[in-house]
């Protein structure tokens, strides 16, 4: 309606302004007026173009005043159309994302009925598994009922397993004493064998002469803890002259020592010196290198080192026996009394002593002896040799008897012989 309104509204004012310029240009021409020095015919002409163009300009003035959409239509076409082939674009954009998004649509649709299958059918298997479930129970029931009596059985088994195990390690402990017994006897026959092989040496080297030092016999023994390295000179020089009068007391009692006769070749003092020199505690002793007889002039030695160790400890047993009930004889007691001594010699020995022998208190052992050969009948009494106090390697090894029993009683003094 708006638009009919407008088109009649140009009309009107059209012919109003165009009657207007008619008789505007009339009176001008009639008036014969001038403009710019023009003609009154060509001014007459300029009224009537210049009253048209007015009439085109305020036509078209009031139709953009009254339509909004001329106005958007002459000013921003461009504009419009531009937005137009944007907005077809961006339609087929979202014409292609329809068509993707009803494929994914139609996928996701798929999908769900697959998975509705997949869980009627997990729902299938869960059914089963639990039907299942309920069967294993039943069956691990009457397993258990049956197993009651199976699991007695087994107690009863171990048990008597246990008791077997017993008695085996009771066994094997009574083999194992055996065997130690059987082992310590043969060491002390190979023991004996030394010894006898060291008597025929020396019962042949009696027959040439009197022996006054063995072949291996200490001639002196010290243990060396040095503060400087240059005190090794003044220690050896020590134990040589030491030595010296040891070997002059042996070769020649009553003679004084002035004169030098124990030979101890130069390299080995040489070597002797650059050992003590590195540190630790050192147990040095000059040991003759052959027998020696009463009276000769000269000893040939050597020097003998090796580091300082405790080799016993206080209380620790060195050599183990037992005398059966039958063994009652004073003689047989003290043979077995000299053999346990033997053996824990012979152990001291092999942990690296330099003592020649034990120390103990021999009318301790008289008594022990006496009392073993006085004991009941049917008792087996088990004897122990006991270190009585810490020995380092050049230390003398003190020992003790014991008879372990309830009372106390048996166990020697330790002494010196």
């Known amino acids: ?20 310029g008619d008789r505007l240009g009339s009176r001008v021409g009639k008036a014969r007026l001038s403009l710019f020095n023009l003609r009154p015919r060509k001014t007459a002409v300029v009224i009537t173009v210049l009253t048209g163009s007015l009439i085109s300009a305020v036509s078209l003035g ?65 059914r089963r598994a639990r039907d299942q479930l309920v069967a294993a129970e039943r069956r691990v029931d009457t397993l258990r009922r049956e197993l009651q009596p199976l699991q007695a059985e087994r107690a009863r088994l171990e048990a008597e397993r246990a008791r077997l195990s017993r008695e085996v390690q009771g066994r094997d402990a009574e083999i194992r004493r055996t065997e130690a017994e059987l082992a310590s006897v043969r060491q002390r026959i190979a023991a004996g064998a030394k010894e006898l092989k060291d008597l025929e040496t020396n019962v042949i080297a009696l027959r040439r002469g009197d022996v006054v030092i063995a072949s291996g016999q200490p001639l002196a023994t010290a243990k060396v803890q040095l503060q400087r390295p240059d005190q090794a000179k003044q220690v050896i020089d020590a134990l040589l002259q030491e030595s010296n009068r040891a070997a002059f007391q042996l070769l020649l009692p009553g003679q004084p020592p002035n004169r030098q006769i124990l030979l101890v070749p130069r390299s080995d003092i040489t070597r002797l010196e650059s050992l003590l020199a590195t540190p630790g505690t050192w147990v040095v002793s ?97 004897l122990e040799a006991v270190a009585t106090q810490n020995a380092d390697t050049p230390d003398p090894i003190s020992v003790e008897l014991r008879w372990p029993r309830k009372d106390g009683a048996g166990a020697t003094r330790p002494g010196r012989p």
């Not at 016993?312 to 000299?338: I, K």
């Open 1 to 20: 309606m708006s638009g009919w309104l407008l088109i009649l509204a140009l009309l009107v004012l059209g012919g109003v302004l165009s009657t207007l």
């Open 286 to 382: 000059i040991r003759s290198a052959a027998n020696v007889l009463r009276g000769e002039a000269q000893v040939l030695a050597f020097p003998d080192l090796r580091p300082n160790r405790q080799v016993v400890e206080q209380g620790e047993v060195l050599s183990r026996t037992s005398l059966e009930p039958d063994v009652r004889d004073p003689e047989a007691v003290r043979s077995r009394l000299n053999l346990l001594l033997a053996a824990a010699f012979a152990k001291v020995q092999r942990q690296g002593t330099l003592a020649n022998g034990l120390q103990f208190d021999a009318a301790s052992i008289n008594a022990l002896a006496r009392d073993l050969s006085e004991r009941p009948a049917g008792v087996t009494a088990n």
């Open 62 to 126: 009031l139709m953009l005043l009254v339509s909004e959409r001329l106005r958007v239509g002459l000013f921003e076409l461009d504009q419009i159309q531009d937005r137009l082939r944007d907005s077809r674009a961006a339609l087929k954009r979202n014409e292609g994302e329809l068509t993707r998004t009803r494929g994914e649509l139609e996928r996701s649709r798929l999908d769900l009925i697959t998975a509705k299958r997949r869980r009627d059918q997990a729902l299938a298997s869960q």
